[in-house]
Each structure stands twice: as structure tokens, then as C-alpha cells.
């Protein structure tokens, strides 16, 4: 009896240990991560916030990018289709045009590793990440010290902007805290937002020349389109369209409800039907260049808010992510028209 007595106390002992640990993990878990649990809540919040608008700026420079590199192609055909013709595209041009897309590669990758320091800081939240943390500061270290060393391309010291922020971020590999992540971002997102605001009348500059091309500058109503003779240059896109055999192929793109009829595939003859389609792509275009003016300033600001937001953690006040995203979400407009369009483009 005693022999059982004793094996039935283990017992209740056993399963009253199971329990006082199954309601200690929880505390467990938050002390890895170094934060308490409506700390780690405003933490996740907070890192899902910051992935998303590092996001929307990688896709920013990666569409710059794609700007710079078609620009040669579009530049001969620019200036040979007007008349009088503008002076030849000269040797040293695409040199500094290569090396202009290499520098907004650069960025796009910082970008991308800062999206994923986010993505990791907000895996500390709920699991001990430190690989992952490790892994994405060094990438993103790695990217600034890049970045650092460049010649002035877009006429940025980018040794000033970036160096003061890069010693920081080793910091927090040493540390598996979110609320140190958060203070050790901070100082590297100040840099990347000086970056960007030294930086950002160059990349509104890009898509200027960019539109330009494909518009022309001729001062028009959209009654004016489809008159041959105006004052000014015309653009890549519209001289085509008046001048080459093409198919009802874009217009219809922008019409779901007719595009599967069938529509003859012969070239359109219809001097109204190319007007038509005239005026639909110079729409596009032009609304395409007029988001394009803002959204350097959208992704300053979204990052400036963003900064602050850090502060707001660090002395416990509540977070206002909405003044975050209504920034971010007003750049990430401009990108999803733009891939909107070239994504038509490129399927024609």
C-alpha cells in the first residue's frame, strides 16, 4: 500500500510540474525574445510595417533601374524620329547610363536586405531567430558598405550619408531583444532616408526623360492628339502608332469585356481607331508620368514616418502605422500601374 501510495503522490506531482510549465512557456518564450507580450505585439506590427515599405522602395529602385537600362534604345529612336534630327547619342553616354543602373541595382538590393531585417526582427517576436537576424544584418551591412564606396554617380557622397550608420547594426547581432533591433535600425533608416532625399530629384529626373520620350513635349489637348502637325517633339509611343501597322491588340486590353471576341488580327486602317488608341495610351502615360513626380517624395515621407514610429516603441507611447502605410501605399500605386502596363506591354 505504501509502494502505491507513493507512486500515486509522483504522479500528481508529475502532472502538477507539466502544468506549472505549460502556463510558464508562454513567459518563457516572451523573455527569448526579450519583450513583453504587448511589446511583442507592437514589435511584429511594427516589423510588418517596416518589410512592407522597404518593399515598395526596393520596387522603386528596381523600376528606375529598368527605366535606365532601356533608355539607350529609346534615346536613338527619340532623336532620330524628330525634325529637325537631335545630336546622336554619344559612346560615354551609355557609360554613365550603366553605371547609373548598376548604382540603382545596389539600392534595390539594400532595400530588399533591409525588407528582410524586418522579416527576421519580426520572427524574434515569436521564435528565437538569431540565425536569421545574423544573416540579414550582415546582407544589409554588406549592401551599405557597397553603396559607401561608390563614386559620386548621382552626385551624393554616399561615404557621408551611409558609414555613420553601419557600425550599429553589428550591434544587435549580439543581441536577441526586439526592442534593440528596433533602436538599432533606427539610426540606419535615418541614413537611407537622407540617401533617398539627397538622391531624389536624380530619379525624378529619370522618369522625366523617360515620359518625355515616350510622350514627346508638344503642348496638346486630347483633341489635338491625332493632328500630324504640332509644336514640339513627338513621343516614341505615339509616332509609332500613327506610323506602323498595329492590331486592335492594346485597345482591347483595355476593354476585358471585348477582348474575347473575335476581332480580326489584321492592321488597323481606321484613322479614327488609331486616334483612339492614341488618346487610351497617352492616358496611361501621362498618369503614369504624373505619379511618377510624387512617389520619390511618397517613400521619403513614408520613411520619415517610419522612424518616428521607432521612437513612439522605444518610449512605450502607442504606434500609428496607418501614417506609415498611407505613404507607402500612395508610392506602391505609381509601381502597380507601371507593372500594370509594362506587364501588357510585354505580353503584346
Not at 544573416?135 to 561608390?150: A, R
Request: hydrophobic share 35%; aromatic share 6%.
Amino acid at each position: 500500500m505504501e509502494i502505491k501510495r507513493i507512486k500515486t503522490q509522483k504522479m500528481v506531482l508529475s502532472k502538477q510540474l507539466r502544468t506549472r510549465l505549460f502556463l510558464l512557456l508562454p513567459l518563457l518564450l516572451v523573455g527569448l525574445s526579450g519583450c513583453k507580450p504587448k511589446e511583442n505585439v507592437a514589435g511584429q506590427s511594427l516589423a510588418n510595417t517596416g518589410s512592407k515599405t522597404a518593399g515598395t522602395l526596393a520596387s522603386y529602385y528596381e523600376s528606375l533601374a529598368e527605366d535606365v537600362n532601356q533608355q539607350p534604345e529609346l534615346e536613338i529612336f527619340y532623336r532620330g524620329i524628330q525634325k529637325p534630327t537631335l545630336p546622336d547619342f554619344q559612346p560615354q553616354d551609355y557609360t554613365i547610363l550603366e553605371q547609373e543602373a548598376l548604382a540603382l541595382r545596389h539600392r534595390a538590393k539594400m532595400a530588399h536586405d533591409l525588407e528582410s531585417v524586418y522579416v527576421a526582427l519580426q520572427n524574434l517576436s515569436s521564435y528565437n531567430a538569431s540565425t536569421e537576424v545574423n544573416k540579414s544584418v550582415d546582407n544589409l551591412t554588406g549592401s551599405l558598405k557597397q553603396i559607401s564606396t561608390e563614386p559620386k554617380i548621382f552626385g551624393v557622397n554616399t561615404s557621408d550619408v551611409l558609414k555613420p550608420v553601419l557600425n550599429g547594426l553589428v550591434e544587435w547581432k549580439r543581441s536577441r531583444s526586439i526592442e534593440k533591433g528596433v533602436k538599432t535600425i533606427q539610426p540606419t533608416l535615418i541614413g537611407i532616408k537622407k540617401l533617398v532625399d539627397e538622391e531624389k530629384g536624380l530619379y525624378t529626373i529619370i522618369t522625366d526623360r523617360r515620359y518625355t520620350m515616350l510622350i514627346g513635349n508638344r503642348a496638346t489637348t486630347p483633341d489635338q492628339l491625332c493632328i500630324a502637325k504640332t509644336v514640339g517633339t513627338v513621343g516614341v509611343a505615339d509616332y509609332l502608332i500613327k506610323t506602323q501597322s498595329m492590331s486592335l491588340q492594346f485597345l482591347l486590353q483595355q476593354i476585358p469585356e471585348l477582348k474575347e471576341l473575335p476581332w480580326n488580327s489584321q492592321a488597323v486602317k481606321d484613322p479614327a481607331t488609331k486616334c483612339a488608341i492614341v488618346r487610351s495610351l497617352n492616358l496611361t502615360l501621362t498618369t503614369l508620368e504624373s505619379k511618377s513626380k510624387d512617389t520619390p517624395t511618397e517613400l521619403s515621407n513614408s520613411l520619415q514616418e517610419l522612424i518616428e514610429q521607432h521612437k513612439k516603441f522605444l518610449q512605450k507611447q502607442p504606434l500609428t502605422l496607418t501614417d506609415v502605410l498611407a505613404y507607402q501605399e500612395q508610392a506602391q500605386i505609381y509601381l502597380d500601374l507601371l507593372n500594370k502596363f509594362r506587364t501588357k506591354k510585354n505580353t503584346q
